[in-house]
């Protein structure tokens, strides 16, 4: 996937970022190769109901052709690869880190909230 090039002003960095970890499974997938360590593709998708096999494999080439990620063969044949966080895609680890917390205590909240709402 071609990235787009800004020319940066105040907040060009995090759009950026953002670019390089939006989509619906992106995040995901770099939550679990960086807490779950290298995964093979089947267990990537296992671990990610309602991912189909083709967005699956195009989520990991763009992670991948951003240097995000690595994939490697484990055995030629039946074919079986593993993907792996580059030491680039580690420095992401705050970040997603972050993001799993901040999304942790927004659930919490808005469980309250509709738990209150449907008790009324």
């Not at 990991?60 to 039946?78: F, N, W, Y």
């Not at 079986?80 to 880190?97: E, F």
Request: a neutral charge.
């Amino acid at each position: 996937m071609r990235r787009k090039i800004y020319n940066c002003e105040d907040g060009c960095p995090v759009e950026s970022t953002l670019q390089l970890i939006s989509g619906r499974w992106k995040s995901v997938l770099l939550y679990h190769l960086i807490y779950d360590g290298e995964q093979r593709y089947n267990e990537l998708q296992k671990k990610i109901p309602g991912i189909t096999r083709r967005m699956l494999s195009l989520q990991l080439k763009d992670l991948e052709s951003d240097g995000l990620i690595a994939r490697h063969v484990i055995q030629e044949k039946p074919l079986m690869v593993a993907y792996h966080m580059t030491d680039y895609g580690n420095s992401l680890k705050p970040i997603i880190q972050m993001l799993h917390q901040w999304g942790n205590e927004f659930n919490r909240l808005n469980m309250g909230i509709l738990e209150e709402a449907n008790l009324l």
